[in-house]
């Protein structure tokens, strides 16, 4: 595996944006359990979260969470 | 070193069952939570089932409290964002030829690389500043990343899309996420290094 090549692409594999290929060959890679790939990987979801903040903060609906704890106490 | 925040000091007490520790990380997340999932699906009902999904399942599969040193913000952020763009494209395909998309394989979150609470922490002291950073990258390559980001876009789908051929949308994707991952790792890392 040319870890320069797969180095570019853990945002974007995290994201889903990869095509077949690519995303098949780093799957295959961290199955092996890589620790440097996988500190990569861990760093790249820096990224991910960091674009998922830029986003303006939405309320819920006012009984949205009334309901969900309603849900989750009969679990 | 910045200090845990609040939302990931309560997995301890979530993998506990302790049911207003959920409510307290709710009151937390939620509005970041609720903001992403409306910018990817655009319905506001859709976009509150989504965040019942990824809490209910935090509460029935918590992370384990001793061997799992993962952020839990991060957590629900890689789940909401998954299964927003996993809901976007079912719908597009049904409204195209419903055939099953192709590429873009998106990954479970998982505790082997999930980020440590105290990076997120690091990260969201200096939000502001990481959001004057990300304005900083170019036209194109910000509408590519935005195109991937939230409307769950692939690379290919992305050349077709803008007409563009798929060597120059890779490149522009790729140099967005190099910029970003650099100023990450500046913030992180040596504030001395030039941001």
Redesign the interface.
């Known amino acids: 595996m040319v870890y320069e090549h797969i180095d ?2 853990y ?10 290929e690519d ?2 060959s780093i ?1 295959e890679h ?1 199955k092996q ?1 890589c620790p440097r790939c ?1 500190e990569q ?21 006012p009984q ?2 009334a ?3 309603r ?3 009969k ?1 | 070193m910045a200090e845990v925040s609040t939302a990931d000091g309560l997995s301890t007490r979530i993998a506990e069952r302790d049911a207003s520790a959920l409510g307290e990380l709710y009151d937390a997340l939620a509005p970041g939570l609720m903001g992403l999932l409306l910018r990817i699906l655009g319905e506001r009902s859709e976009a509150e089932q989504v965040l019942d999904e990824v809490f209910l399942q935090l509460w029935d599969k918590p992370p384990a409290a001793r061997s799992d040193h993962t952020s839990v913000t991060a957590r629900l952020v890689v789940m909401a964002h998954a299964s927003a763009v996993e809901r976007l494209r079912t719908r597009r395909a049904s409204a195209s030829d419903g055939a099953p998309h192709p590429n873009g394989h998106l990954p479970r979150a998982s505790a082997a690389w999930l980020p440590r609470p105290e990076d997120i922490a690091a990260l969201d002291e200096r939000r502001e500043l990481l959001k004057r950073i990300m304005k900083q990258i170019s036209g194109t390559q910000r509408q590519a990343l935005e195109l991937a980001v939230f409307e769950g876009y692939t690379e290919v789908d992305l050349a077709e899309k803008l007409g563009e051929p798929l060597g120059k949308v890779k490149s522009e994707l790729r140099a967005a996420m190099r910029f970003l991952r650099h100023r990450v790792r500046a913030v992180l890392g040596t504030w001395s290094t030039s941001i």
């Not at chain 1, 945002?11 to 077949?20: D, H, K, N, S």
């Open positions: 570019e692409l945002e974007l594999y995290l994201l889903g944006a990869l095509g077949r995303s098949a799957q961290l359990g996988l990987l861990r760093e790249a979801a820096l990224s991910v979260y960091l674009l998922c903040q830029v986003v303006r903060p939405v309320r819920p609906g949205h969470k309901q969900l704890l849900r989750l106490r679990k």
